[in-house]
């Protein structure tokens, strides 16, 4: 069974501080990682994807991949309000992406 | 940009009765997914299209679901008889190629109420 662990939160972080998101991965075949943003009610937003070791930066957001591990993180800089979500972890093979159960993030004022 | 398009956003029905869902995926592609959020839960694969054909249907409750891409451009999910533990967020996707996934685009989901 092919499962990417997360955990459920709520992650409360300070307006401008960094947020950390973390992930685990059950399956070493896997070869592309995401993290999607979901907002209350609305279906999910891909906003990085990483598939080789190392970091990968988009403007304020950082994924971070170490196969060995079998983990993926995503930083978010400068947290604003507008960032509260909750942030799914997926992961694929030559497969259907599988997600875990979402992060939720809360960027205090 | 292309969309992934889904209908209805919304749909309340009694347990019981029978319910459709409808995704439009992105021109060309023709790798169709749906997947079942429960509220509090990630997304889960229900069925798997390439073209008009399905690749993974493992998760899919046949006894009470059943999904069809007949001219293997849109689709059409059901349900019948629905049951409380139905009630979830049923998103569609696609993408243009099997294989290797450099991800895909939701649409913007149908929300089920089973009452």
């Known amino acids: 069974q092919k499962e990417v662990e997360q955990n459920s939160g709520p992650l409360s972080v300070p307006e401008g501080a960094i947020a950390s998101l973390n992930c685990t991965y059950s399956d070493r075949g896997s070869q592309s990682f995401f993290w999607y943003r979901q907002y209350s009610g609305k279906s999910p937003e891909l906003i990085m994807s990483i598939y080789s070791n190392g970091d990968k930066e988009d403007g304020r957001f950082t994924a971070q991949l170490n196969k060995a591990s079998q983990y993926v993180s995503l930083l978010i800089r400068d947290s604003q309000p507008s960032d509260s979500a909750t942030y799914l972890c997926?992961?694929?093979?030559?497969?259907?992406?599988?997600f875990g159960k979402g992060t939720r993030l809360s960027v205090i004022a | 940009e292309a969309e992934v398009a889904q209908s209805p956003r919304y749909k309340i029905t009694e347990k019981s009765q029978a319910v459709a869902f409808w995704c439009d995926p992105i021109s060309g592609h023709a790798t169709l997914y749906w997947y079942r959020q429960i509220l509090g839960q990630g997304p889960e694969l229900l069925v798997q299209?390439?073209?008009?054909?399905?690749?993974?249907d493992s998760q899919l409750p046949k006894d009470r679901f059943s999904a069809e891409r007949l001219k293997g451009v849109d689709s059409t999910l059901k349900i019948q008889p629905a049951e409380l533990g139905d009630s979830a967020m049923y998103l569609c996707a696609s993408s243009p190629v099997p294989g290797f996934n450099y991800g895909y685009t939701f649409g913007s989901g149908t929300r089920l109420t089973v009452v």
């Open positions: 997926a992961a694929s093979g030559n497969t259907p992406l599988v």
């Open positions: 299209f390439q073209d008009e054909s399905v690749v993974d």
